[in-house]
């Protein structure tokens, strides 16, 4: 049997009791660590749950999947996630892989950041398409998702915007190698997010300066926009601001991970009662 594990949000005592009693036993307990990350780290995993954890990186999810459900028809193989197992694309194809080689699959649910969003108090129903915000660098600098979150706010529904992680990224110069050399950590930050935005919008209002009134998008963001910006959902740690899209460039809600949400133009009053808490003026939400 292949079991894929949801872990929660936050420490290692988040899973369920379902899923730590599979985790016991298993034969093999591989941990992903690259589509997200608990904050508490491998080791502590392993105390809580005691026993060793293979550590799972996108090389070997991605290119070694077989190695994975190796043995899988015949021994029970776990496969641990950071929040629920279908957050990521990646677990839907291991299940797939899985099914094709006749294994038998299982999967444990968790809370996931789809919907411990709801903590700041915007209603889940409200929410429309969510959108992954990633890296820029010289030369790549896609804004596609920008028009997801303003089509979300043209049918009035707030958009969840995850934001990106490099974790054990091969550099462009080690992929013309042999040997492997990866870049350190990064884990996009709410004010990183908030600024790439801001160069959108501001690209944005220039293409439209020439544009006929009745033409211009009336549903894009502006500098005023609300936004609201969460880290380390789940955690006793966790941060929670309300604040404008300028302002939110300068904000720092400390260690990862962030998610930033973008919230329709018409709050309905007791998410507009709830999130006030969450901002420095009540203003800025009326």
Known sequence: MFYIIGLGL????????????????CERV???SYTSVLCCGQEKLEEFYGRKLILADREMVEQRADDILEGAESISVAFLVVGDPFGATTHT????????KGIKTSIVHNAS???AVGCCGLQLYHFGETVSIPYW???????????KIVANLKHGLHTLCLLDIKVKEPTLESLMK?????????FMSVSEAADQLLQIVAKRSDEEAGVQPDQQNEHGLRENTLIVGLARVGHDTQQILACSLSEMRNVDLGPPLHSLIIPNGQLHPLEMEFL???AELKQQIL
């Open 10 to 25: 936050g420490d290692p005592e988040d899973i369920t009791v379902k899923g730590l009693n599979i985790i016991k036993q």
């Open 30 to 32: 591989y941990l992903e």
């Open 93 to 100: 194809d291991l299940m797939l892989r899985a099914k094709e």
């Open 113 to 115: 950041i789809m919907n």
């Open 137 to 147: 660098d010289d030369s790549w600098k896609p804004d596609s998702f920008y028009d």
């Open 178 to 186: 042999k040997k492997r050399e990866y870049m350190p950590p990064r």
């Open 276 to 278: 006030q808490q969450f």
